[in-house]
């Protein structure tokens, strides 16, 4: 078997399960749904598993539900024809004919319409579309895999997602745990992201400093570890030497002593801090950083206007 290029690092037992259970839904045909909070490494897994499986040598290809419009979703998703909407001057052929026996991602699946939904539970049901516009049923080869960091269960309940798609899509789960509750996987992963960040920024030899090995284990990531990388990043553009230290990070990762390990903080500093950090974390892309957080998008605005956080 040729090995994968992707690499899951797995030293926390939590971290053990998840590329066990990686193993063993890789071999299968059935649909796959990936849970959990954003930057945790759902799209990463899921190529890991479509290399793992018989289909490595197929196509791999992703739609970003939450980003495209729903019409582009569908058009994406299950081609057209010719005239089937306007600017539709050429048959378009979907990812769903596309991917030819190989794999379709369908990140943050949350985010389809009611319609879309529907047709995507033909499709697993059935193994069948038509293209937009047309007539010709198309039967798919390719094995789907969502991913999803919203509680498909209470957007059930909420009446927000068909339970009938929940229900279909559950049947293989595989949650993804927070990089705060895989705490063995920490500094191993930010040796692996420090060795591929120096190579990116033209770097040899860049080491971690003791003081900053202990900063990063204490320090909670609520952007798991999307913000582990893009601190460690920053890291390397700020750091003048071969031995990156605290100063060189985001201010509230260095709080991360004071925090977890050290004096008393107040609610509101706590507070600041981690929507600092999940700002930082997401680029500052307000949507987003309010779904981590768990807060509205208004409120997180108010709270960034409250502690000065532009």
Not at 125 to 132: G, K
Not at 229 to 258: C, H, K, W, Y
Request: glycine content about 8%; aromatic content about 6%; some cysteine.
């Amino acid at each position: 078997m040729t090995e994968p290029r992707m690499v899951w690092i797995a030293e926390d037992p939590a971290s053990k399960a998840v590329l066990e259970l990686a193993r063993k839904v890789a071999e299968t045909f059935t649909t796959l749904l990936i849970t959990g909070e954003s930057g945790t490494g759902k799209d990463h897994l899921a190529r890991l598993i479509h290399e793992l499986g018989p289909r490595r040598d197929a196509p791999y290809l992703k739609i970003d539900c939450a980003s495209l419009p729903q019409e582009l979703v569908e058009s994406e998703l299950f081609g057209h024809e010719r005239g089937a909407f306007t600017g539709a001057v050429e048959r378009k052929l979907g990812r769903l004919e596309m991917a030819n026996g190989g794999t379709i991602v369908l990140d943050e699946i949350a985010a389809l319409s009611p319609a879309t939904q529907g047709k995507l539970l033909r499709v697993l049901e059935e193994r069948q579309f038509e293209r937009l516009g047309g007539t010709d049923t198309i039967t798919i080869t390719a094995r789907l895999i969502a991913l999803t960091n919203a509680d498909l269960a209470r957007l059930v309940s909420e009446g927000k997602f068909r339970e009938d798609l929940f229900f279909r899509l559950s049947v293989l789960t595989v949650p993804v745990p927070a990089l705060r509750a895989r705490p063995a996987d920490i500094l191993p992963l930010a040796e692996a992201l420090l060795a591929r960040g120096a190579r990116v920024h033209g770097r040899s030899a860049v080491t971690f400093s003791d003081p900053v090995k202990k900063m990063l284990a204490q320090y909670s990531w609520p952007g798991n570890v999307r913000e582990l990388r893009n601190a460690i990043e920053r890291a390397l553009v700020f750091s003048g030497g071969a031995s990156l230290i605290p100063e060189d990070f985001p201010e509230s990762v260095r709080t991360a002593d004071s925090a977890y390990g050290g004096a008393l903080r107040s609610l509101e500093d706590l507070e600041r801090d981690a929507i600092r950090a999940t700002l930082e974390a997401t680029r500052y892309k307000i949507g987003k950083s309010a779904g981590i957080l768990g807060i509205s998008r208004k409120t997180l605005l108010d709270k960034r206007k409250k502690y000065g956080l532009n």
